[in-house]
């Protein structure tokens, strides 16, 4: 049995990274997870995930110092 294509798409600013990750299944496209890493370089960083229907996964402050960290 074949696995379904996944697709990440990624979007970086410039002091946040942001994610959604797809699965692909007949043509359609199901969204997985989006997510962020926020004012990235700053003293509290927000990371963030959401499921389907914008389920909120995690919420939590970090410290991310740079693009390549996040």
């Not at 697709?7 to 496209?29: P, R, V």
């Not at 199901?30 to 926020?38: P, S, Y």
């Not at 003293?43 to 693009?67: A, C, I």
């Amino acid at each position: 049995m074949t696995t379904p294509p996944i697709i990440l798409y990624l979007n970086s600013g410039s002091s946040s990274l942001k994610f959604a990750l797809y699965q692909c299944d007949d043509g359609q496209e199901t969204l997985v997870v989006t997510g962020a890493v926020e004012d990235i370089g700053r003293s509290e960083t927000r990371v963030w995930f959401r499921g389907p229907q914008s389920t909120l996964l995690m919420d939590t402050p970090d410290n991310v110092p740079d693009h390549h960290t996040a």
